[in-house]
């Protein structure tokens, strides 16, 4: 088994910054690449980013390129979102996942979740 927990989250202004994190627990962390995802109140999961097993290759959505950042600690078996320059819209509840399959921008392919943090930005 896998557990993973999310820290971080928070209310900020508009404009500001938060850095999330995710330490994993079970088995080698290094088996899985990692991804964020986010649920605001009445929507779908939807994906943020993702980073492959060795931290080489990352991933984006449109909405939050150029803004936020992923990155892992293998080693630390932690995974971070660093998000700056936030605005109102991406407030929602942010998850950890993890994942062994190939399509990591879906949600259906990862097998394991935290439990989320909260990100609240105000205008």
């Known amino acids: 088994q896998v557990q993973l927990v999310e820290s971080g989250g928070g209310l900020v202004q508009g404009g500001g910054s938060l850095k999330l994190s995710c330490v994993q627990s079970?088995?080698?962390?290094?088996?899985?690449?990692m991804g964020w995802f986010r649920q605001a109140p009445g929507q779908g999961r939807e994906f943020v980013s993702a980073?492959?097993?060795?931290?080489?290759?990352?991933h984006d959505s449109d909405a939050v390129e150029g803004r936020f950042a992923i990155s892992r600690d293998n080693f630390r078996r932690t995974v971070w979102l660093e998000m700056n320059n936030l605005q109102p819209e991406d407030t929602a509840v942010y998850f950890c996942?993890?994942?062994?399959?190939?399509?990591?921008?879906?949600?259906?392919?990862?097998?394991?979740w935290g439990q989320g943090t909260q990100v609240t930005v105000s205008p």
């Open positions: 980073i492959g097993r060795t931290g080489l290759t990352t």
């Open positions: 079970g088995r080698p962390f290094e088996w899985y690449d």
């Open positions: 996942a993890a994942s062994t399959a190939s399509d990591l921008q879906q949600a259906s392919t990862y097998f394991y």
